[in-house]
């Protein structure tokens, strides 16, 4: 029997990772194991819960205020006896975090294979993001098979001079995940509170946004309620106490503002669901919300996702408040602009990610 260890730390990574887990628990020829580093605490445990998926191991690295130094030294130190005691066949990586950077090295350095699942995205400006955009870069050095969600991010990762019979399009397992959590009787007290309006549902957080970016995002989303009184906002603020101070001091108070503590993965996909519009920085939701017919504005000026922008379903408006206010104007004004973003094709998938991937994961193994 061959043995797959998945490693993932963060929120998002538990997201899209969990369907793979579930996946790859289906073959009887392989044995999943699964560890966590805890990059990510309570946000991630809530993930695991919803797709019913145990870890084998936990690192528990969390602690407050801690730096990407600390997280980074932490994860190979405490990774290698994991990773010594199991010797799996093939390790499994998520994206760009931390994490994803540090469990790849952890793998490398061990001589065992990676597995990048997510491969291939790209802004090729190591600032922005950063230092996601560093830490995917440096594990698509090292690892052995890529799983890239697009064909975009497959030609990436080929201009590179990566070997095409090790690069598999497979779909975004995020696609996945929507299977499991999108409810039709979903009920909740804030959609409930937001009922006859129309429903911007924020999310910003991004390390690179942090000081002025932020204040200029939330002096936007103040004009956007001020000006048009059928809108309602929710924003799940992030539990940095950086976000935190910024966004509380800029739109607590604000009676069509919801500013409310992080959502587990089920509300905030039900969240999607129920919203007109959403205004983001992260990643993951430029892929969630057009598979389920909700524009998004990307509140940041580079993306490394592309094919959004290109398909029609996500636009990239910056972190200037003048620009925020304006293109969001726009969508709430124009229907037919509305309508042309809403009703484009989703670019990440068909939601068989997971099994492509264990198909060739299989493959590679057997």
């Not at 994206?95 to 990048?116: C, M, N, Q, R």
């Not at 697009?150 to 990566?162: C, I, M, P």
Request: proline share 5%; hydrophobic share 40%; glycine share 6%.
């Amino acid at each position: 029997m061959k043995k797959v260890m998945l490693i993932f730390g963060t929120r998002p990574e538990a997201i899209k990772m969990c369907p793979l887990v579930n996946a790859l628990k289906k073959n009887t020829f392989i044995k999943t194991v699964v560890c966590i580093t805890g990059q990510h605490k309570e946000m991630l445990e809530q993930v695991m819960d919803v797709f019913q998926v145990k870890a084998d191991y936990n690192l528990n690295i969390m602690k407050q205020k801690q730096t990407l130094t600390e997280i980074t030294s932490c994860i190979l130190k405490r990774l290698q006896k994991v990773i010594i005691k199991e010797m799996p066949d093939l390790i499994l990586v998520h994206g760009d975090t931390s994490t994803s950077f540090a469990a790849a090295l952890a793998g490398f350095y061990e001589g065992i294979p990676i597995g990048h699942v997510e491969a291939g995205l790209r802004t090729y400006n190591m600032q922005s993001p950063y230092p996601e955009e560093f830490n995917r870069q440096a594990a698509d050095l090292i690892t052995e098979l890529y799983f890239a969600p697009t064909e975009r991010a497959r030609d990436n990762l080929l201009k590179e001079g990566k070997p095409s019979e090790k690069v598999i399009v497979t779909g975004n397992t995020v696609i996945d995940a929507l299977h499991t959590t999108i409810k039709k009787d979903y009920k909740n007290e804030y959609i409930q509170w937001a009922k006859g309006s129309r429903l911007i549902l924020v999310t910003a957080h991004r390390r690179e946004n942090w000081g002025s970016p932020m204040k200029n995002i939330c002096l936007a989303l103040k004009r956007i309620v001020y000006d048009f009184p059928d809108i309602k906002m929710i924003y799940p603020v992030h539990k940095n106490p950086i976000v935190r101070e910024t966004a509380y001091g800029i739109l607590s108070g604000i009676e069509r503002i919801r500013l409310i503590e992080p959502l587990d993965v089920i509300d905030f996909h039900n969240f999607i669901s129920n919203s007109y519009l959403i205004l983001t920085d992260s990643g993951g939701i430029q892929e969630e919300a057009p598979s389920l017919g909700k524009p998004v504005l990307v509140m940041r000026d580079t993306t490394e996702r592309p094919e959004g922008i290109i398909a029609g379903t996500l636009k990239l408006v910056g972190t200037n408040e003048e620009t925020i206010y304006q293109e969001t104007k726009k969508l709430l004004l124009d229907e037919q602009e509305y309508w042309k973003m809403s009703r484009k094709t989703n670019p990440y998938g068909d939601g068989k990610a997971s099994n492509r991937i264990v198909k060739a994961i299989v493959q590679y193994l057997f």
